[in-house]
């Protein structure tokens, strides 16, 4: 299911759109995004100039918490991707966004995947959580049962929310990586509720437009104990 980064085939255009994306978020997100992100960009090296190369972006987080990130040609099936975390592996989409499309993308891109995600899993608290997702998931089959696991990533991993120091800041991906979803998530427009993994699992979301709901977590144990919990049975979601 991994390919191989071919990274004398990005042009000069990718690159200034990797900068252009970049610099753009880095500011807002400076006051924003949860501290782990921050440190994170730190400690993978990620760098404004130039499309990141996988392999000196694992080789810097591999030793930290034994994650990689793994050129795919785009999305894996269910399985695969549940299979790829619980192996701390993530499948990372290599492809840049054309000129035409930085503020909208329907599919991921490698802004999305590595600016957006891969941060976090330098931080050993969130690096177990998302692996243990990817087992409990691998071994889910119960079609509702997806369903919440897809609302719990969503409103986790994709769109979540962490208090820090009594201060609600970013964490998913979704909202790192977008210029206009990370201020908005903060905004009064959006309704924001303490997290609570039945809310969260009865909670239906569309992708197409801005999310008008989001959940705060206190910490990201309180994720790891989120799958556990679901992994024993203790929630069940209302039929939506």
């Known amino acids: 299911m991994y390919i191989t980064q071919d990274y004398s085939k990005y042009t000069p255009e990718d690159h200034k759109v990797w900068t252009l994306l970049y610099e753009r978020r880095i500011p807002d997100l400076k006051n924003t995004a949860c501290s782990a992100f921050l440190k994170g960009v730190e400690q993978i090296g990620l760098d404004s100039r ?3 190369k996988l392999s000196d972006v694992n080789a810097r987080l591999r030793p930290l918490t034994g994650w990689q990130a793994m050129p795919v040609p785009g999305y894996l099936p269910a399985r695969d991707f549940f299979q790829s975390l619980s192996e701390r592996k993530f499948p990372t989409t290599i492809t840049v966004r054309p000129m035409s499309q930085l503020d909208y993308l329907p599919e991921p891109d490698i802004f999305h995947d590595v600016f957006g995600h891969v941060p976090l899993h330098a ?4 690096a177990d959580f998302l692996q243990h997702y990817g087992k409990v998931a691998l071994a889910t089959h119960d079609e509702q049962e997806l369903v919440e696991l ?3 990533f969503w409103f986790t991993v994709e ?3 962490i208090r820090e120091n ?3 800041k970013l964490f998913g991906s ?3 990586s977008s210029a206009g979803e990370g201020p908005h998530a903060l905004s009064a427009e959006v309704e924001r509720r303490n997290f609570d993994l039945q809310a969260v699992i009865s909670q239906p979301f569309e992708i197409d437009h801005y999310q008008p ?3 705060v977590i206190d910490s990201f144990e309180q994720l790891y104990d989120a799958v556990e919990t679901w992994a024993r049975g203790g929630v069940h979601a209302h039929a939506k």
Request: net charge neutral; glycine share 14%.
């Open 166 to 168: 009594g201060v609600v």
């Open 213 to 215: 709901l989001l959940f």
């Open 50 to 52: 130039h499309v990141p």
């Open 150 to 152: 897809a609302r719990l």
């Open 123 to 126: 931080d050993p608290v969130f």
């Open 159 to 161: 769109f979540g929310l």
């Open 174 to 176: 979704g909202l790192m």
